[in-house]
T-cell receptor, first 113, second 112 residues
Framework: DAGITQSPRYKITETGRQVTLMCHQT?????MFWYRQDLGHGLRLIYY???????DKGEVPDGYVVSRSKTENFPLTLESATRSQTSVYFC????????????FGDGTRLSIL | GNSVTQMEGPVTLSEEAFLTINCTYT??????LFWYVQYPGEGLQLLLK?????DKGSNKGFEATYRKETTSFHLEKGSVQVSDSAVYFC???????????FGSGTRLLVRP
């Protein structure tokens, strides 16, 4: 089915561990995004990508790493997880253009103990 | 740069009541404006959009009009249902890019 999928949906890990959140879209959209959603902070942009091999920092990039070797995939890695990174993470994509909306995955709920 | 402000929630209504969720914006030029909805446990979904001044976006009984003179894009629905309970986000591009700035979200709770 066409769409944008995130995995895992839920993840519990420990402080200091590396964890990777996956995002896959089937529309061949050029642009992809990672957000985190926290109570009191709304949605905050972590990283974004305009195309394969092109990524850039958003509002809150510290502690995160992204890559985009293929257009359809945009994994987000927490290299050494901290409790402050406990959040719900959303991936989104768009074809680009000022009138085009972003399409969101269902999110990954990440808890860091 | 561009910015968006929306009313704080939660908004609690009885079924069939009239809904208004306020959203005001500051922008250079006339960017597209969006309303997204987030149901419990799900990602954000586009609810409606307007691409130029005086445009009215509509979907699922919701409407919002792009008002240049008041820099507003208020979301309205004439008769809400319990199934409309969700968080609603107003959004616009921060500049001429493909990114979006989201408002803080307004939680709507509709009681039977």
């Amino acid at each position: 089915d066409a769409g944008i999928t995130q995995s895992p949906r839920y993840k519990i890990t420990e402080t200091g561990r590396q964890v990777t959140l996956m995002c896959h879209q089937t529309w061949s959209h050029s642009y992809m995004f990672w957000y985190r959603q926290d109570l009191g902070h709304g949605l905050r942009l972590i990283y974004y990508s305009a195309a394969a091999d092109i990524t850039d920092k958003g509002e809150v990039p510290d502690g995160y790493v992204v890559s985009r070797s293929k257009t359809e995939n945009f994994p987000l890695t927490l290299e050494s997880a901290t409790r402050s990174q406990t959040s719900v993470y959303f991936c989104a994509s768009t074809s680009g253009g000022r009138n085009q909306p972003q399409h969101f995955g269902d999110g990954t709920r990440l808890s860091i103990l | 740069g561009n910015s968006v402000t929306q009313m704080e929630g939660p908004v609690t209504l009885s079924e069939e009541a009239f809904l208004t969720i306020n959203c005001t914006y500051t922008a250079t030029g006339y960017p597209s404006l969006f309303w997204y909805v987030q149901y419990p446990g799900e990602g954000l979904q586009l609810l409606l959009k307007a691409t130029k001044a005086d445009d009215k976006g509509s979907n699922k009984g919701f409407e919002a009009t792009y008002r240049k003179e008041t820099t507003s894009f208020h979301l309205e629905k004439g008769s809400v249902q319990v199934s409309d309970s969700a968080v609603y986000f107003c959004a616009l591009p921060p500049d001429s890019s493909y990114k979006l700035i989201f408002g803080s979200g307004t939680r709507l709770l509709v009681r039977p």
